[in-house]
């Protein structure tokens, strides 16, 4: 683009007619739920732009994919996968949206998502909405896991729909989809990226996160997203803790003289033996690339057991707040009417159940409840005090790995940061395997250092072969 060899209409005519071949025929891969009807028009404006004064960053004229439950204020629909929110017409954008328009990205799109972020019922399958259908794996369609719930973006990013997608975590939805894709993904630390109009599961664990094929690519995201938002109070304890460029923290020898931790209880004594091959020969190539590997390291907590009731009690109050100020094309106002509007259209909303939203709407939604409270003040002691904070003290160590999404749970509860980078494909049925760095609160940059010294070393990102 630099070179003037190419455009943003180019890149935008590009990503369309792929997703036109694979998307929507072909394969079938049926990621994206709609396309912006201005990205066209945004790409022309973008390469005036470009051409009178030059680029505003990066990011100007890349096109981004956001995962359905980020408000965007324009022609696009807001539902996170629900039929209950299919006309749902966001009247802004949120704050990260606003973010990547000032810094010149295009909106390409909405990807198709698992349903309610993965909080419908127990036995929702991964990248399944009643919305969009079912999500399925470029690696193997119908036959891999897509990963949840951020399964769209991650299927676009790895089919190369897109340049770069935005996904959404609460425990594991930007990680899981990013391992199943053989991709990178970054779950932030909480409180880096503004939650402002993004379809909520519960506060204290959710965030977005950037999507992509390589780990610069999502470190130019990351810096982008980032942001002092004053109506999401979490981001203020993020004052002077980001940067608008985390690009300057990859090193391709970044991974000499780090200390890893490797926590295998509970964690890779669960692995098939492929994939524990996989994760074996990845520390094995951090060792011979400086890194100094602490294996094992035990986990206090491991063995407590961890339950989903903060989301189940948060999900209620944070839900209502977010729909209660929906404009009247909305079919739905609160949790309740998302029940009932499931129940009379339960043929095609209900084909899974509905078993967490009802279990949500049986608390009071004003998290005074007891059992709320003392779970919240377990969640946080487990996964920090007991948990990540004192295996990190106790063996000085610059960062924990996890095999793809194992270890999502903890540094979720914890609100601490992980990125995930592609550590190859399992000998028994070709499934991508992820290598996951966690750390504590913003060691964004240091995990950033210890994955892209990892990536560049082992380039096993692969994109998929698939059959037109």
């Known amino acids: 683009m630099a070179r003037g060899q190419l455009t943003a209409r180019d890149l935008v005519l590009h990503y369309l007619g792929r997703i036109a071949e694979i998307d929507k025929s072909g394969p079938t891969l049926n990621s994206i739920l709609e396309v912006n009807p201005d990205a066209l028009a945004t790409a022309d404006a973008l390469d005036a732009e470009r051409a009178l004064h030059g680029p505003r960053g990066p990011m100007h004229g890349i096109p981004v994919v956001l995962k359905d439950n980020i408000n965007t204020g324009d022609k696009m629909h807001t539902s996170a996968g629900s039929l209950a929110l299919a006309d749902s017409r966001a009247a802004e954008d949120a704050f990260i949206v606003r973010q990547l328009r000032a810094a010149g990205a295009i909106i390409l799109g909405k990807s198709n998502m698992t349903e309610w972020a993965n909080f419908m019922t127990e036995n929702m399958p991964n990248g399944f909405s009643s919305r969009g259908g079912q999500v399925l794996n470029p690696y193997a369609p119908g036959q891999l896991d897509t990963g949840g719930s951020s399964s769209g973006s991650g299927a676009a990013v790895a089919a190369n729909l897109t340049a770069v997608a935005i996904g959404t975590e609460t425990s594991g939805s930007i990680l899981s989809p990013s391992s199943q894709h053989n991709i990178v993904g970054i779950k932030p630390t909480l409180g880096l990226i503004s939650r402002t109009g993004i379809i909520p599961i519960a506060h204290s664990q959710d965030t977005a996160g950037p999507m992509a094929r390589t780990v610069r690519d999502a470190a130019i995201l990351l810096g982008v997203m980032a942001g002092i938002d004053t109506t999401d109070p979490a981001?203020?304890?993020?004052?002077?803790?980001?940067?608008?460029?985390?690009?300057?923290?990859?090193?391709?020898?970044?991974?000499?003289?780090?200390?890893?931790?490797?926590?295998?209880?509970?964690?890779?004594?669960?692995?098939?033996?492929?994939?524990?091959?996989?994760?074996?020969?990845?520390?094995?190539?951090?060792?011979?690339?400086?890194?100094?590997?602490?294996?094992?390291?035990?986990?206090?907590?491991?063995?407590?057991?961890?339950?989903?009731?903060?989301?189940?009690?948060?999900?209620?109050?944070?839900?209502?707040?977010?729909?209660?100020?929906?404009?009247?094309?909305?079919?739905?106002?609160?949790?309740?009417?998302?029940?009932?509007?499931?129940?009379?259209?339960?043929?095609?909303?209900?084909?899974?159940?509905?078993?967490?939203?009802?279990?949500?709407?049986?608390?009071?939604?004003?998290?005074?409840?007891?059992?709320?409270?003392?779970?919240?003040?377990?969640?946080?002691?487990?996964?920090?005090?007991?948990?990540?904070?004192?295996?990190?003290?106790?063996?000085?160590?610059?960062?924990?790995?996890?095999?793809?999404?194992?270890?999502?749970?903890?540094?979720?509860?914890?609100?601490?940061?992980?990125?995930?980078?592609?550590?190859?494909?399992?000998?028994?049925?070709?499934?991508?395997?992820?290598?996951?760095?966690?750390?504590l609160a913003y060691s964004e940059p240091t995990l950033l250092r210890l994955a892209y010294a990892f990536e560049q070393a082992t380039n096993h990102r692969r994109a998929p072969q698939l059959e037109l």
Request: include cysteine.
């Open 235 to 439: 981001t203020m304890a993020s004052v002077g803790r980001t940067t608008s460029d985390y690009t300057v923290f990859l090193d391709s020898e970044g991974l000499r003289g780090a200390r890893i931790g490797v926590p295998r209880e509970g964690f890779y004594t669960k692995l098939p033996e492929d994939k524990l091959a996989l994760m074996n020969q990845a520390l094995e190539r951090m060792e011979a690339l400086g890194a100094e590997i602490v294996d094992p390291v035990v986990i206090p907590s491991i063995s407590e057991p961890w339950s989903i009731d903060v989301l189940i009690y948060e999900f209620k109050s944070d839900l209502n707040a977010y729909l209660s100020q929906l404009g009247p094309r909305a079919s739905v106002h609160s949790l309740a009417e998302v029940i009932q509007f499931n129940e009379a259209n339960a043929e095609v909303c209900l084909k899974h159940g509905q078993t967490l939203l009802v279990a949500a709407e049986k608390t009071s939604g004003t998290l005074t409840d007891k059992e709320y409270i003392e779970a919240r003040a377990r969640d946080l002691y487990f996964a920090t005090s007991a948990g990540i904070d004192f295996v990190m003290k106790e063996h000085r160590l610059d960062a924990l790995v996890f095999p793809s999404n194992w270890g999502a749970s903890l540094p979720a509860k914890a609100g601490y940061p992980s990125i995930t980078v592609p550590g190859g494909f399992a000998a028994g049925n070709g499934e991508p395997v992820g290598v996951t760095f966690s750390g």
